[in-house]
Structures are given as structure tokens and as C-alpha cells.
């Protein structure tokens, strides 16, 4: 019963990338993922994997977006290229116990949450 820590947002310009790092002690089991939601829309999955390394990503953002974590599974990381404006958002580190596959992209399955971190992306 750890809260996630997030970090590594910031503004860049469209065609950047921009590396998030989720801090998430205590777990070495388990899911992890990013999720992200701009003003006046819904909370969206971006990616997850599990502990032992199989990933989901949104079908969208395949392909520029990477999501990763480290050998001890403490830190999550989620490399984003070729940013486009409409990935604005607020960019959130979320955690659970269950290790099914593919690991849900829906909100509700995860339990631990971290406060966010801003990624704006301008044209």
C-alpha cells in the first residue's frame, strides 16, 4: 500500500519525445500502467505490462509510445515520441497485484494511483 510517485512532464514541441518515470516501491509483482486525461475528457489507458514484462498498449499510440520498467520492477517508465498536440494531458502512474494478460487498460482494475504529472505539447 504504496502511493506511486510520477515525474519527467513537461512541455515540448510537437515531434519531441519525453520520458515519464513512475516510482512504485514495494511492488515487484503485480501491473502497472499509464493512463492520461486532458481537460473535459474522459481518463484514458495508455499502456501497461506486467511484472514479468508483456505488454497492452492503447491500439492509437502503438508504436510511438514504449512503456518499460526496470530489472528490481521500481520504476516504470513510459518513453513517448513523436508527440502531437492532442497528447496533452495529465499523465498518471496507476498499480495492482493481479498480473492477468493482456493487463487491462480500464481504470477500474487498478488500485494505487499517483497524483500525475503534466505533459503539454505544443504545434
Known amino acids: 500500500q504504496v502511493q506511486p510517485v510520477e515525474s519527467g512532464g513537461g512541455s515540448v514541441q510537437a515531434g519531441g519525445s519525453l520520458r515519464l518515470s513512475c516510482a512504485a516501491s514495494g511492488y515487484s509483482t503485480g501491473t502497472r500502467a499509464w493512463f492520461r486525461q486532458a481537460p473535459g475528457k474522459e481518463r484514458e489507458g495508455v499502456a501497461a505490462?506486467?511484472?514479468?514484462?508483456?505488454?497492452n498498449y492503447a491500439d492509437s499510440l502503438k508504436g510511438r509510445f514504449v512503456i518499460s520498467q526496470d530489472n528490481a520492477k521500481k520504476n516504470l517508465y513510459l518513453q513517448m515520441n513523436k508527440l502531437k498536440p492532442e497528447d496533452t494531458a495529465m499523465y498518471y502512474c496507476?498499480?495492482?497485484?493481479?498480473?492477468?494478460?493482456?493487463?487491462?487498460?480500464?481504470?477500474?482494475?487498478?488500485?494505487?494511483w499517483g497524483q500525475g504529472t503534466q505533459v503539454t505539447v505544443s504545434s
Open positions: 505490462i506486467i511484472s514479468d514484462g508483456r505488454t
Open positions: 496507476a498499480v495492482t497485484i493481479q498480473g492477468y494478460f493482456p493487463p487491462p487498460l480500464t481504470s477500474g482494475y487498478y488500485n494505487y
